[in-house]
């Protein structure tokens, strides 16, 4: 296992990107990532030598799109937690979580006070968005923009869009009478209920790996339809029997999805645990993912495990996974690793932490 620094501009972010990443994409010689603490997406490039990733570039999202909850007194805009990214189609695409929170119990609160923070559950609408920007080739960089020219379709136009800029077009309204997913919607990421963790784009496919509900063991992946934007609200185009997404039940042994990843026509997912636990933490191919034209059950030959991926004892929560750009020398099925909560050994200087890098297997090449 090989290991690669990503480098932060250091007084560039109020929150540090670097203990809070949760999800990776690459392209070409750039990496896009998203945090679960922010409301921006970062762009980093690979040095000429291939051994970092550095030119650190952050873009708001609430410069593309109006999100729908605003600054708090204190000028601080409420997190998207971005959980999954995607290049699709000449646009970046991504997810929130859709998760309502609990609050967290710290070692020095006493025991009113963390009976207090136990009853308290938060929902933030800036959760609730899956959202494409425009992204735009320049000679410093591929940048993200509000609407750009269709490289692909000569006289037509890129423009962000998303579904969840208002209550009104949330994917949780489509999910409340569904008798799988709706009893989990009011209940917190950490209990079992719903959180999206992951996001691939496969042509008109869009695909939402859900973290949790696991059900009786199975993990759910979503998939919705995309069918253009009415302004700045993405369309979602119904299936053949009406309904605006599907549901895939994966035998993941017990783990729920914490990243997804399209290869060809397959879905790399990265598992792991649903509830506040370290591991295991494990790989799994879904074969022909972008084949099936129902909800499925995708069981025995259909998904198979990978390779195993290191975690730690409280720290290094793997969140995010990417094919590794060629440039770096790896090939191209090696797969990049970033991580939650790392451990110290990656924190080697102030706002730079360390990826894995790890080999596919001959099977996934």
């Known amino acids: 296992m090989d290991t690669i620094p990503i480098r932060f501009v250091d007084d560039h972010l109020v929150i540090d990107i670097a203990e809070s990443l949760s999800t990776v994409r690459s392209d070409g010689r750039h990496l896009w990532l998203g945090g679960d603490e922010t409301v921006t997406i970062e762009r980093v490039t690979l040095a000429a030598a291939g051994d970092a990733f550095e030119e650190h570039v952050s873009f708001p999202v609430g410069d593309f799109l109006p999100l729908p909850e605003p600054a708090d007194e204190d000028g601080v805009v409420p997190e998207i937690d971005i959980e999954g990214l995607d290049l699709a ?27 207090a923070r136990l009853a308290k559950i938060s929902n933030n609408g800036n959760r609730h968005i899956v959202g494409r920007i425009p992204v735009m080739s320049t000679p410093d960089g591929p940048v993200l923009v509000a609407s750009a020219p269709d490289p692909a379709h000569p006289g037509e136009m890129l423009t962000a869009a998303a579904l969840g800029l208002s209550k009104s077009t949330r994917l949780t309204r489509e999910l409340r009478e569904d008798p ?52 700045q609200n993405l369309v979602l185009a119904p299936f053949d029997d009406g309904a605006v997404y599907r549901k895939h039940f994966l035998d993941l042994g017990g783990l729920g999805v914490r990243d997804l990843m399209a290869d060809g026509e397959d879905l790399l997912l990265l598992a792991g645990p649903t509830m506040d636990l370290d591991g295991p933490v494990r790989i799994h191919a879904w074969r022909g993912a972008a084949r099936a034209e129902t909800s499925v059950v995708v069981r025995d030959g259909a998904i198979e495990k990978v390779l195993d991926v290191p975690y730690g004892d409280g720290v290094d929560h793997a969140e995010g996974i990417t094919l590794m750009p060629d440039p770096a020398g790896f090939g191209r099925h090696a797969v990049l690793v970033v991580y939650d909560s790392p451990a110290a050994h990656r924190r080697q200087h102030r706002h730079e932490i360390l990826a894995d890098i790890l080999p596919l297997p001959a099977a996934c090449r």
């Open 180 to 231: 799988h997913l709706g009893p989990f919607l009011r209940i917190p990421s950490k209990d079992n209920g719903l959180d999206i963790e992951g996001l691939a784009v496969v042509g008109e496919r869009i695909y939402l790996g859900l973290r949790g509900p696991v059900l009786r063991g199975w993990a759910v992946v979503l998939e919705l339809r995309a069918a253009g934007a009415d302004g």
């Open 89 to 115: 189609g000449g646009y970046l695409w991504f997810t929130g979580s859709h998760a309502r929170t609990r609050k967290r119990v710290r070692a020095d609160h006493a025991t009113e006070a963390a009976l």
